[in-house]
């Protein structure tokens, strides 16, 4: 990969071959929460097509005047964007001035190729990742089934990340409870085991309601955990942003706020001002009880994210 370029889908590039980040030690998403003020994140996808790949090239130039704490790029099902995702992280590595968290899932991987990913980022200089068990390639809802030879739960790929490398590991949180915990309780408990296996920090899932994200905060202090959570926002801009975002979250999205979007969805501009008003309101709520930070999903888009963080009274780092 070539300075300042991205590619399309292509054969898997080991991730060895990325370059090693500028500073000697780099800095990491933990160094970043430890300063103590909130920090702006935003979340990328790998590109699949080279329309894509110019739209994401471009628009994380934009994004970065928003100066964030950090940004991080997503892993398809079963690692089926593992290249591209490489070379995004190892292209704002280089020629920008933001730092990059490589998600990882353990969806169809062995735990020796899981071990072997991890030494490979190890030796690139990569040290922030995301780590998630991730959801069935082909269908985020259906049944999961764990690799022969792989694992069964997110706490066992954060502790194979510490026993492979100096990583600062993020692991991911789950206002209503993920998916496919039977219970609220147990789902509190899958979270705290991932905590004590070794994470730094938590990424929740998407948040619309600052209700949602402060009972999933009290709950988790209330087992003894006191790892930072940042909560993830994306702004509505269509309808169609609501039914995904319950596709990919496997939440429902808040009837409060499905009702006010229902009354203006023959308008799209309407539709799209609402989203950009109720993400200020729930950034700005979010704030002031004390959140980390704020993590964006971009979607590779810059226009919606600007116009919120615009009008936040915070400053980037």
Known sequence: MTSGQLSPRRAVTPPAAVPAQRTTRPRTVRDRLAAGTPVISLEFMPPRTTNDADRIRRNVRKLESLRPGFVSVTYGAGGSTRDNTIDVAAWIAQDTTMLPVVHLTAVDHSVQELRSFAGALADAGVVNVLALRGDPPGDVTGEWVRHPDGLTYASELVTLLREHGDFCVGVAAFPHRHPRSISVEGDTAHFVAKCRAGADY???????????????????????????????????????????????????????????????????????????????????????????????????????????????????S
Do not use: W
């Open 202 to 316: 938590a990424i929740t899932q998407m948040v619309f309601d600052a209700d949602d994200y402060l009972r999933l905060r009290d709950r988790i202090t209330a087992a003894g955990c006191d790892t930072p959570i940042i909560p993830a926002l994306m702004p509505v801009t269509t309808m169609k942003t609501i039914a995904r975002s319950e596709q990919l979250s496997g939440a429902p999205f808040p009837p409060h706020l499905a009702e006010r979007f229902a009354a203006v969805a023959d308008d799209p501009a309407a539709v799209r001002a609402l989203g950009i008003e109720q993400a200020i309101l729930l950034s700005q709520r979010l704030l002031a009880e004390g959140v980390p930070g704020l993590h964006f999903i971009t979607f590779n888009f810059a226009r919606a994210t600007t116009e919120v963080v615009a009008e936040l009274a915070l400053a980037t």
